[in-house]
């Protein structure tokens, strides 16, 4: 899909909030050539068009006959290739059994060409109703797939399940080398059983065939265009290379319709510094933002670092994939080079530990303007909550993780899930919110996120009155964490996240006005139509 543009677009007849505090609610908007030229009063903006002479040249109108606009959403956490290679590999998100599971793979590896890998991704193992809530292992995945190599990836992308093929085209036996941060996991008599958890995963990196540069691009070219439905113009997006340059290749060629920027792995932080790349260097639709660090692992593969045991493990804290002293120098090395850290946690303990890192480098980042980052800010002790606010670190944290996960959180954590996903009590300190959808992992809608945010429900209603309801947000606030909160932590608050005089045209039509439905109505929201660069990219 190529991006054209039309030298004017006047948007009209409808609700149009622009998160610009000083005109919030406008009825008219003129942009000229991707960039918003005026808001205000429907008669106003069209005296103002056809002084400047839009009525005579490359003109688009857009009327909305009624329904709301708001800025574009922004998803400040998405897994866009693998994503966008999620959707090709066999689904398994949202499965409920485990035999449903191994029909799914048993058919894929019926399908199989010769010599290629079954890839699946999504599985959960805590909504299996045919099994007693315990990990899987290679035994259960031979039965149906003794020939043929199979990898399959947890939901939360920190756990892979693998069979005996598998591993043996992989190397893994009983004396493999677990790189550090890493877990094997292992039968009774001491054999690895197919499961990697962390930085493990990382034994399988020389098995599983790579993704090409042109499969890369692609993927992004056949998927992208599916985020448009969804309201979505720019992303933040914590992924390497291959991802980088089928994103540069797609913005060279015209063809990228939404905004990037990328959160690079800090395994090639040395090779930026010495390359002299800083955040903010690229494109206006590609760019370098932040360097991205992981401190522990993830809730349902109980691995998250925690101060306390997991509830039913008397010996599992979880894992810290980073020693904090090394984080640490390589976050001090980073600032100094002007590269931005984001750092993973999930665990209270791990949010404490980055917590402790940033504000030891305070100092050195404060003065230059650099928005350092969470990603997750999954569970926190009590303590730890103010210090977002009191230090300036941005929260960026994903909505629907919270009702997704709360079953797990209550069963794993008990009362610790108080001060998990807690959206409310961090807006109170001032902490800035960016949000997003952690896809794959979950689905990348933010109406969605929207209404977990607001209501602590799931789309069914349940809980009645939400899990921990005090952490509830408005749904102002909550389409602020997608717009303004998201675009401050990229370091692009005027540019994007907001319709206003000299910001970008990227908006979304929506069916209703999310600022004032009910919870019943904000889940019927639908995107309507979607804006990017004052082009139409969707339209329903």
Known sequence: MRIAHSRWLLVHNGAIHTQDPRAPRVE??????????????????EALARHLGSHSGDQARLDLEGATVIPGLIDAHIHLLHWAASLDRV???????????????????????????????????????????????AVILDAVAPDVPVALSRKDGHMMWLNSKAMSLAGIGPSTEVPPGGVLGRDLHG??????????MELLDKAIPSLTHQQAVDLFRRHLPALHKVGLTGVHVPEGSRSFRALQALDASGELGVRVHMMLPSGVARDLIAAGVTSGLGSPRVKVGHVKFFIDGSLGSETAAMFE?????????????????????????????????AIH??????????????????????????????????????????????????????????????ELVDRLWGSRGRYAYAFGSLEATGATLAFGSDAPVETPDPLQGIYAAVTRRRPDGNPDGGWYPEERLTAARAIAAYTTGAA???????????????????LVVLSGDPFTASPEALARLRVCAT??????????
């Open 309 to 341: 045991p997991f509830i039913g493990s008397p010996a599992n804290v979880g894992v810290l994939t980073m020693d904090p002293a090394d984080l640490l120098d390589a976050v001090r090395d980073c600032i100094a080079a002007d590269l931005a850290p």
């Open 91 to 137: 689904a398994l998100a949202g499965v409920t059994s485990r035999a449903e599971v191994l029909r799914r793979i048993a058919d894929a590896v019926a399908k199989a060409p010769a010599g290629s890998w079954v890839q699946g991704w999504g599985w959960d193992h805590s909504l299996w109703e045919d099994t007693d809530g315990g990990f899987p292992d």
């Open 28 to 45: 008219a908007l003129l942009a000229r050539d991707g960039t918003v030229v005026a808001t205000g009063t429907k008669d106003d903006v």
């Open 488 to 506: 401050w932590a990229s370091g692009d608050e005027g540019v994007v996240g907001e319709l206003s005089p000299g910001s970008r045209a990227d």
């Open 345 to 406: 946690a999930i665990g209270d303990r791990a949010n404490r530990t980055v917590l402790d890192v940033l504000e030891a480098t305070r100092d050195a980042w404060l003065p230059n303007g650099m928005r350092p980052r969470i990603e997750h800010v999954q569970v926190l002790h009590p303590a730890d909550v103010e210090r977002f606010g009191s230090l300036g670190v941005v929260a960026s944290a994903q909505p629907i993780h919270a009702t997704q996960d709360m």
């Open 531 to 540: 804006v990017f660069e004052g082009e139409v990219v969707y339209r329903e």
């Open 191 to 200: 054999a690895p059983n197919g499961l990697l958890f962390e930085n493990a």
